[in-house]
């Protein structure tokens, strides 16, 4: 390893490839809080954060396995769930007095029609304000789950319905 008065260790997060520090600092100085979409193959997890000095806050978080218990039969890790989750936390931040945020989708490459802008797709409808792009979000069809099988779409509504309620 390098030695000397010049070396720098970066980092731990760092040099595990799991922060950049840049576009986390460029986010934080929009001074709204961020909307954090992390997504795995099975899962995805939506929250709302807020920077403050002693760390970071969630005002509002959402997860695909809490569809699960609102009626969602299908799949967790796909669009038209990513979309409903999405939409849940959008709903939770609105209620916790979250208007507008900007997006943080962490180490993720920005693709059109991805599960991270299905996600951004579900709080807009919300009724959150989240600026974004023209185009990047998914088709209609593959947000109402028209690409997996007819009955999503049915199942869709009913979900988003029993969202309504709560």
Do not use: C
Request: glycine share 10%; charged share 30%; proline share 4%.
């Amino acid at each position: 390893m390098a030695e000397g008065p010049r070396y720098r260790v970066n980092f731990r997060r760092r040099r595990e490839g799991r922060t950049d520090y840049r576009q986390r600092q460029r986010l934080l100085r929009a001074r709204v809080p961020r909307a954090v979409v992390r997504l795995s193959l099975r899962n995805a997890v939506v929250q709302f954060v807020d920077f403050e000095f002693e760390g970071d806050k969630v005002l509002a978080q959402a997860s695909s396995k809490e569809l699960t218990k609102m009626g969602w039969t299908g799949a967790t890790g796909n669009i038209p769930a990513t979309y409903l989750t999405g939409y849940l936390a959008g709903k939770r931040a609105l209620a916790n007095g979250v208007e507008e945020a900007v997006l943080d989708i962490g180490q993720k490459v920005p693709a059109k029609g991805s599960n991270v802008f299905a996600a951004l797709k579900g709080m807009v409808d919300a009724g959150v304000e989240i600026p974004y792009g023209e185009g990047v979000f998914p088709s209609e069809e593959r947000l109402a789950g028209k690409h997996i099988n007819e009955d999503i779409e049915k199942m869709i509504e009913e979900v988003k319905s029993r969202m309504e309620a709560d």
